[in-house]
């Protein structure tokens, strides 16, 4: 089992929401940042929203007021809440966590992240 297990992904029209969840394996929550990424094809992973270890939220100006992250330490599960979606927000969604954002601050870089799910396909459709 990997260690990040993204799940919630599909289809939905333009307009409605959707929730993703990600399921840690093996992984320590509260030491790591955590986050969510999204890549389109040909395109590097875009950093969209984070948790990072004190709990504060951080999120690329692309999703801000529309999608909503947050994790429960106790179920070992984070989560992307996504609404008002949008065709360009059809992407493959990953979860990622990693140790280095609270040393950088850059907790929406992908490089940062060294643990990662293998992404669930969103597609939103008009």
């Known amino acids: 089992q990997p260690p990040l297990m993204e799940s919630g992904g599909g289809s939905v029209q333009a307009g409605g929401s959707l929730r993703l969840s990600c399921k840690a394996s093996g992984i320590t929550w509260s030491i790591y940042s955590m986050a969510w990424f999204r890549q389109y094809p040909g395109e590097d992973r875009e950093g969209i929203a984070a948790?990072?270890?004190?709990?504060?939220?951080h999120y690329s100006d692309s999703v801000k007021g529309r999608f909503t992250a947050s994790r429960d330490l106790a179920r070992d599960m984070m989560y992307l809440e996504m609404n008002n979606v949008t065709p360009a927000d059809t992407a493959k969604y990953y979860c990622a966590a990693g140790a280095l954002p609270q040393y950088t601050g850059r907790y929406l870089a992908q490089r940062e992240y060294n643990i990662w799910g293998l992404g669930t396909q969103v597609d939103v459709v008009s």
């Open positions: 948790v990072d270890e004190n709990g504060i939220h």
